[in-house]
């Protein structure tokens, strides 16, 4: 059971639903059908950000070792070598999977593996390293939409920029979690990229259903920022936190037009996320 928590916690598993959240609404902006791409496309993905946050790990260990002595490799809970060799299988069997779902698909998974490894190996080096961050969800919206009928289209790559917009303010919040810089507002306004978008794309029978989910996004995402600007104590981990779990949102607001049982789904995964979170850290 150590074992298994210790593969959890690398993990970051309890973001999973989240990764998967984006593989359905890629795939719906990509045209839906071919169900057959589905299993892969999911099993692929998830393999893909498992193998990423171990290599995370893996290049962040003389950083945890001073700063974070909690995580899984400083405190002794698992050996560096083993999560290097973890983290390399996991992003190879992910790029198998995609390619089981098409030639497209493990082409533009060989190029978010690289992006994955890119920003693991200098995300703690430069400032500007979320965008590489927000990079990796853009291709999870492509690499999903290419397992649709109608492919990559313009629509998913605008949700996929919006998604990724979404992630850098994100991850720029997190990268102030383990450090007392000072928090500087301006890449907060890209957490609203979604939003922006939605008004923008869902004209006519759309725009209702656009602004109801614009206006969840907006609350839950003021909701978990109050962790971080309005409480008299900041607890960055909390909003980021939440913000994770709000990408779910976000992808939810992407496929607006899906039909109205989608909206199950992506409900059972935003409380998945939530859950999740209390039994494995987020962050």
């Known amino acids: 059971m150590n074992r298994l928590r210790t593969f959890l916690i690398?993990?970051?598993v309890?973001?999973?639903?989240?990764?998967?959240?984006?593989?359905?609404?890629?795939?719906?902006?990509?045209?839906?059908?071919?169900?057959?791409?589905?299993?892969?496309?999911?099993?692929?993905?998830?393999?893909?950000?498992?193998?990423?946050?171990f290599l995370n790990d893996a290049f962040d260990a003389e950083f945890d070792r001073r700063y974070r002595k909690e995580r899984p490799i400083p405190s002794g809970m698992?050996?560096?070598?083993?999560?290097?060799?973890?983290?390399?299988?996991?992003?190879?069997?992910?790029?198998?999977?995609?390619?089981?779902?098409?030639?497209?698909t493990g082409e533009l998974g060989i190029g978010l593996a690289f992006f994955i490894v890119l920003y693991d190996a200098i995300h703690k080096l430069f400032?500007?390293?979320?965008v590489l961050m927000g990079i990796c969800r853009f291709f999870l919206y492509v690499i999903a939409a290419s397992t649709g009928l109608h492919g990559v289209t313009g629509t998913s790559v605008w949700c996929g920029l919006a998604l990724g917009a979404y992630i850098v303010g994100v991850s720029?919040?997190?990268?102030?979690?383990?450090?007392?810089?000072?928090l500087r507002y301006w890449p907060l306004v890209l957490l609203a990229a979604p939003v922006v978008l939605a008004?923008?794309?869902?004209?006519?029978?759309?725009?209702?259903?656009?602004l109801l989910l614009s206006a969840v996004l907006?609350?839950?995402?003021?909701r978990c920022l109050r962790h971080t600007l309005w409480a008299e104590e900041r607890d960055i981990g909390q909003?980021?936190?939440?913000?994770?779990?709000?990408?779910?949102?976000?992808?939810?607001?992407?496929?607006?037009?899906?039909p109205n049982n989608a909206a199950l789904v992506f409900v059972v995964l935003f409380l998945l996320a939530l859950l999740s979170q209390k039994l494995v850290p987020a962050t």
């Not at 059908?33 to 946050?53: D, E, I």
């Not at 050996?79 to 098409?102: D, P, Q």
């Not at 720029?172 to 979690?177: G, I, K, L, N, S």
Request: glycine share 14%; with cysteine; proline share 2%.
């Open 10 to 12: 690398l993990g970051r």
């Open 14 to 53: 309890s973001n999973l639903p989240t990764v998967w959240s984006n593989c359905l609404a890629g795939w719906w902006l990509g045209g839906g059908g071919n169900f057959r791409n589905l299993p892969f496309l999911l099993a692929g993905a998830t393999f893909l950000y498992v193998g990423g946050m």
């Open 78 to 104: 698992i050996e560096l070598k083993s999560v290097w060799r973890w983290g390399l299988g996991w992003l190879a069997l992910g790029i198998v999977c995609l390619f089981c779902a098409g030639k497209v």
């Open 127 to 130: 400032d500007s390293a979320p």
């Open 172 to 182: 720029y919040v997190a990268r102030r979690e383990s450090r007392s810089d000072v």
């Open 199 to 210: 008004i923008i794309m869902d004209v006519n029978e759309y725009r209702e259903g656009a």
């Open 218 to 222: 907006g609350l839950w995402s003021l």
């Open 239 to 258: 909003t980021v936190s939440g913000l994770l779990a709000g990408i779910v949102f976000v992808d939810w607001l992407a496929v607006a037009d899906a």
